[in-house]
């Protein structure tokens, strides 16, 4: 009798989950936007920090990190005159500002308003996460830019960023309406997949914050970082490029999934000509007067480039977990579920 009846309760949930696969990953509500009010805050606070890492890479391209040898202040002044190097450095200062006080009020909003308690804790890591780079910030003026604290700078802004670009997915008004209802296919579950592509992704951002706080515009790139820089690329192009086909190979009908895969696709394909043109522009600086405006624009395209890629297989990743659950998995009514 006990069989018979845990027989027909798995029965009538895999007919239950097949009803919910023919609607796959699709909103099941319309009716709690107002719920995620903390989106477009959040929203706002990650576009002002990939702004801010475009400030950041223009103060590395031109070589105005010691513009000012005072931290906070700018030769003792709030407001200096914003004239040569130090329109980049002061600038980047004013917008790192800016992305502070923002992430502050994003907290203190969301410690309010969010019933979540992972998503407070995420919103409190990031305000810690933004007086860290700021001290990282001061630091690497008052130490005459070493490379272990400008590299360690560069790191943390785009791992800041990743936080932001998490609350900004999490916050959003389709995140609680969507369920996992699609399952897994093939042996390497592509969830996995994208959680390697993401910590792939952090590491070549880190060769590269390094190889370009190595040296000034005016030398040569290190060989040994260059090679580095380039196996990283090798291996995330690998490793997003299979990533993200197997998402488009596996639920081509799964625009909530297939969309940041295709743009993840397309930006990888970009970031790939911006590397070699920066590589090229680059290594001819060393013989310019100054750094000029192709090697300014193109390196800085190239960082801003990264940080997109990373934002985007964050979100895909946020995604798939989101949707996607192991094959064989069955929800009962009652919440729990279970393996076949």
Known sequence: MYERTYTQRRSLAQRRANVRHASACRPLLDTDKLKHVG??????VACATFFLIIAGALVTSHDAGLATSDWPLSNGQFFPRMVGNLFWEHGHRMIATTVGLLTIVLTIYLLRKEKRRWVRRLAVFALFAVIAQGLLGGLTVKLMLPLAVSAAHATLAQLFFCTVVNLAVVTSPSWERRVATIDEQGIVPARYLCLAAVATVFLQLIIGATLRHSVTW?????????????AGAVAVTLMLAITALTILRRHPNQIFLTRPAAIALALLGIQLLLGLAAYVTRQAS????????????ITVAHVACGALIFATTIILTLRSFKCLRSTGEFEFAGGFRVKS
């Not at 989106?39 to 706002?44: D, I, K």
């Not at 005016?218 to 380039?230: G, S, T, Y």
């Not at 060393?286 to 624009?297: G, H, K």
Request: hydrophobic share 45%.
């Open 39 to 44: 989106h477009f805050p959040s929203l706002l």
């Open 218 to 230: 005016d030398k040569f790139l290190p060989p040994d970082l260059l090679l580095a820089h380039i």
């Open 286 to 297: 060393p013989n310019d007067p100054q750094p000029l405006n192709p090697m300014v624009a």
